[in-house]
């Protein structure tokens, strides 16, 4: 992956909040989500809140702290349901 190149030229843009794809890490979607925007194209939401057309393949990635943080408080507040 040689990505470095694009990414000092996207700095020069503005931003848009979506599309930013340049983060480094891999953030975590409900799975339907996650097939809606690879099939649609559209913009999904992780849980941290990030909004992003997913374009790649994340695997590898470290996940997103917010993301897991959130992860782990729905997981303890579905527990409490049980
Ligand atoms: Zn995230």
Not at 47 to 75: F, M
């Amino acid at each position: 992956m040689t990505e470095r190149d694009t990414t000092t030229l996207r700095r020069t843009e503005p931003s848009t909040g979506q599309g930013d794809d340049d983060d480094g890490v891999a953030h975590i979607v409900m799975k339907d989500d996650q097939m809606k925007g690879y099939i649609t194209g559209e913009p999904i939401r992780a849980l941290c809140g990030k909004v992003w057309v997913p374009t790649r393949d994340y695997q590898g990635l470290p996940v997103c702290r917010a993301c897991s943080d959130e992860r782990d408080r729905i997981v303890a507040g579905m527990k409490n349901l049980n």
